[in-house]
C-alpha cells in the first residue's frame, strides 16, 4: 500500500468536517502533486480500532506533519473548544523530542487562519514558525509548498500557482466524469477521504503522462 | 463537447485569472470574477467551454 514510507509520509491533522473541506482537498493535493504520501486518520475507519492508535501509529510512520489548529475555537456560547487538533500537535511534538533516531528528524508545519491568533491559547509555541493560510484554499497552497521548499533539500518543485492551476483543473475532471458515474453533489463533497487520494492520486498520475500544463 | 481547450476562471490571491488549460501561463488576471467573465467570453470563440471556479477551486458553473 502506498504510504509505508517514512520519508514521504505526511500526517494531516484537521477537522474532520464539510466546512474543511475547501482547504483539506487542495492540501491534499498539494501533497501528491509534491511527491509524498498524504496521511490521514479518516483514511481508515473500523469500528474496533481506536482513534487515538491510529492517530499514535500515524505520527510514527510520518516523518513530515501538518497541524491546522485554525478551528480549535468554540463557535457559540457554552460550547467546548475542540481540543484534538492541539493534543495531536502535542503527541507529534512529543514523538519528536522523546522518539529515537528517525523519529528525531520528524518535521512539522503549524497552520491558523491568522498570524499571532494561536497565542491566545498556545503561548506555549510563541517564537515558533506558525503559517497562516487566511482561511483560501489558494494560499494554503502556498504556504504548504513554500513549506517543502525550506525542509526538504530540492529546489525544482511545481510553483504554488502551478499547483493551484493544476487543482482546479482536476476539481473539473473530478466533478464532470463522477456526475456521470451517477455521484451527487454531496456525496462530491463528502466522498471519503481515501477514495478521493485515490482520485487525485490516478488523476496525477494520467495528467504526467500527457504533454502540456495546467 | 468542444474540441478546444477548454478556460478556466481562477482564483488568484490578486484577482481572477482566464487560463487556457495547456497554457503555461494565465491569458488575463481581472480584478472581478464578472470580468473574467465577459473577458472570457468576448475572446473565446463560441463554443469553447468555459468553466468558472469559486474560490475553493470547486466548479461554480459551466458557461
Known amino acids: 500500500m502506498p504510504g509505508s514510507d517514512f520519508e514521504k509520509n505526511v500526517f494531516i491533522n484537521c477537522p474532520f468536517d464539510e466546512e474543511y473541506v475547501p482547504l483539506l482537498r487542495p492540501m491534499l493535493f498539494t501533497i501528491l502533486m509534491l511527491g509524498f504520501e498524504p496521511r490521514i486518520a479518516s483514511e481508515r475507519k473500523s469500528s474496533n480500532e481506536q482513534r487515538i492508535s491510529k492517530i499514535r501509529e500515524l505520527i510514527r510512520k510520518s516523518k513530515y506533519s501538518i497541524h491546522d489548529i485554525s478551528r480549535m475555537q468554540a463557535k457559540g456560547k457554552g460550547e467546548f473548544a475542540r481540543m484534538n487538533m492541539p493534543f495531536e500537535l502535542g503527541l507529534d511534538f512529543g514523538c519528536k523530542e522523546f522518539g529515537q533516531e528517525k523519529l528525531a ?19 506555549d509555541l510563541s517564537g515558533s514558525d506558525i503559517c497562516s493560510h487566511g482561511n483560501e484554499s489558494s494560499k494554503l497552497v502556498q504556504v504548504v509548498r513554500n513549506w517543502f521548499i525550506e525542509n526538504e533539500s ?11 492551476d493544476k ?48 | 463537447m468542444s474540441s478546444s481547450p477548454r478556460v478556466h476562471i481562477i482564483y488568484r490571491g490578486d484577482g481572477w485569472a482566464v487560463k487556457k488549460e495547456g497554457a503555461a501561463r494565465a491569458y488575463k488576471i481581472l480584478g472581478t ?31
Open chain 1, 105 to 123: 528528524q520528524k518535521k512539522c508545519l503549524v497552520l491558523d487562519k491568522e498570524p499571532y491568533r494561536y497565542q491566545k491559547a498556545l503561548s
Open chain 2, 33 to 63: 470574477q464578472s470580468e473574467a467573465i465577459r473577458f472570457a467570453k468576448r475572446n473565446y470563440a463560441k463554443g469553447t467551454e468555459i468553466i468558472v471556479h469559486r474560490k475553493d477551486g470547486s466548479i461554480l458553473k459551466w458557461l
Open chain 1, 167 to 214: 487543482f482546479n483543473t482536476f476539481m473539473t475532471d473530478f466533478y464532470q466524469k463522477r456526475s456521470q458515474e451517477g455521484f451527487s453533489e454531496d456525496e462530491l463533497q463528502m466522498m471519503p477521504v481515501k477514495e478521493l487520494i485515490g482520485f487525485m492520486r490516478d488523476w496525477l498520475k494520467g495528467s504526467s503522462s500527457e504533454s502540456g500544463d495546467l
Open chain 1, 154 to 164: 530540492c529546489t525544482s518543485l511545481p510553483s504554488s500557482t502551478k499547483i493551484w
